[in-house]
Protein backbone atom coordinates (compact mmCIF):
# COMPACT_ATOMS: atom_id res chain seq x y z
CA UNK A 1 0.00 0.00 0.00
CA UNK A 2 1.53 3.11 -1.14
CA UNK A 3 1.89 6.24 1.45
CA UNK A 4 -0.29 9.46 0.83
CA UNK A 5 3.52 11.15 1.12
CA UNK A 6 3.91 9.21 -2.75
CA UNK A 7 0.58 8.75 -3.76
CA UNK A 8 -0.13 12.19 -3.95
CA UNK A 9 2.23 15.67 -5.32
CA UNK A 10 4.42 16.83 -2.58
CA UNK A 11 3.04 20.05 -2.18
CA UNK A 12 -0.65 18.44 -2.04
CA UNK A 13 0.82 15.43 0.10
CA UNK A 14 2.31 18.18 2.98
CA UNK A 15 -0.69 20.61 3.17
CA UNK A 16 -3.04 17.35 4.02
CA UNK A 17 -0.40 16.43 6.63
CA UNK A 18 -0.92 20.08 7.84
CA UNK A 19 -4.45 20.10 7.41
CA UNK A 20 -4.75 17.27 9.42
CA UNK A 21 -2.80 18.07 12.27
CA UNK A 22 -4.47 21.39 12.62
CA UNK A 23 -7.56 19.65 12.86
CA UNK A 24 -6.82 17.03 15.22
CA UNK A 25 -5.58 20.51 17.62
CA UNK A 26 -8.53 21.92 17.05
CA UNK A 27 -10.58 18.96 18.24
CA UNK A 28 -8.54 18.33 21.20
CA UNK A 29 -9.18 21.96 22.03
CA UNK A 30 -12.87 21.63 21.77
CA UNK A 31 -12.55 18.27 23.36
CA UNK A 32 -11.18 20.17 26.42
CA UNK A 33 -14.02 22.76 26.62
CA UNK A 34 -16.65 20.25 26.43
CA UNK A 35 -15.21 16.89 27.42
CA UNK A 36 -15.36 14.61 24.81
CA UNK A 37 -11.83 14.93 23.34
CA UNK A 38 -11.43 10.99 22.44
CA UNK A 39 -14.93 11.22 20.56
CA UNK A 40 -13.81 14.63 18.51
CA UNK A 41 -10.03 13.84 17.95
CA UNK A 42 -11.97 10.02 16.85
CA UNK A 43 -14.00 11.86 14.41
CA UNK A 44 -11.13 13.77 12.93
CA UNK A 45 -8.88 10.76 12.69
CA UNK A 46 -11.87 8.72 10.78
CA UNK A 47 -12.83 11.13 8.42
CA UNK A 48 -9.14 11.28 7.36
CA UNK A 49 -8.46 7.40 7.29
CA UNK A 50 -11.68 7.24 4.86
CA UNK A 51 -10.28 9.39 2.29
CA UNK A 52 -6.34 8.82 2.65
CA UNK A 53 -6.70 6.37 -0.29
CA UNK A 54 -8.33 9.03 -2.30
CA UNK A 55 -5.90 10.36 -5.48
CA UNK A 56 -8.51 12.63 -7.50
CA UNK A 57 -6.65 16.14 -7.17
CA UNK A 58 -9.70 18.02 -7.23
CA UNK A 59 -11.59 15.40 -4.84
CA UNK A 60 -9.07 15.83 -2.48
CA UNK A 61 -8.82 19.51 -2.80
CA UNK A 62 -12.77 19.63 -2.15
CA UNK A 63 -12.11 18.16 1.03
CA UNK A 64 -9.07 20.30 1.66
CA UNK A 65 -11.53 23.38 1.19
CA UNK A 66 -14.57 21.98 3.30
CA UNK A 67 -11.98 21.17 6.11
CA UNK A 68 -9.85 24.65 5.67
CA UNK A 69 -13.45 26.24 5.95
CA UNK A 70 -14.02 24.18 8.97
CA UNK A 71 -11.35 25.49 11.02
CA UNK A 72 -11.76 29.17 9.95
CA UNK A 73 -15.44 29.47 10.96
CA UNK A 74 -14.22 27.88 14.21
CA UNK A 75 -11.15 30.38 14.55
CA UNK A 76 -13.73 33.10 13.97
CA UNK A 77 -16.03 31.88 16.14
CA UNK A 78 -14.05 31.87 19.11
CA UNK A 79 -12.78 35.08 18.19
CA UNK A 80 -16.02 36.66 18.16
CA UNK A 81 -16.62 34.97 21.51
CA UNK A 82 -13.38 36.42 22.91
CA UNK A 83 -13.99 40.01 22.17
CA UNK A 84 -17.60 40.24 22.05
CA UNK A 85 -17.31 41.77 18.35
CA UNK A 86 -19.20 40.32 15.28
CA UNK A 87 -16.15 39.27 12.29
CA UNK A 88 -18.66 37.70 10.13
CA UNK A 89 -21.68 38.69 8.30
Known amino acids: MPSI??????????NVLRL???C????????????N????????REQ????MHETD???IQK????????LINHILYESE????RKFSS
Open 57 to 59: PEK
Open 24 to 35: LRRAKFIGHQKH
Open 81 to 84: KMTG
Open 63 to 70: MKDDAARG
Open 5 to 14: QKALPPELAD
Open 37 to 44: TGLLVSMV
Open 20 to 22: YRE
Open 48 to 51: FKKN
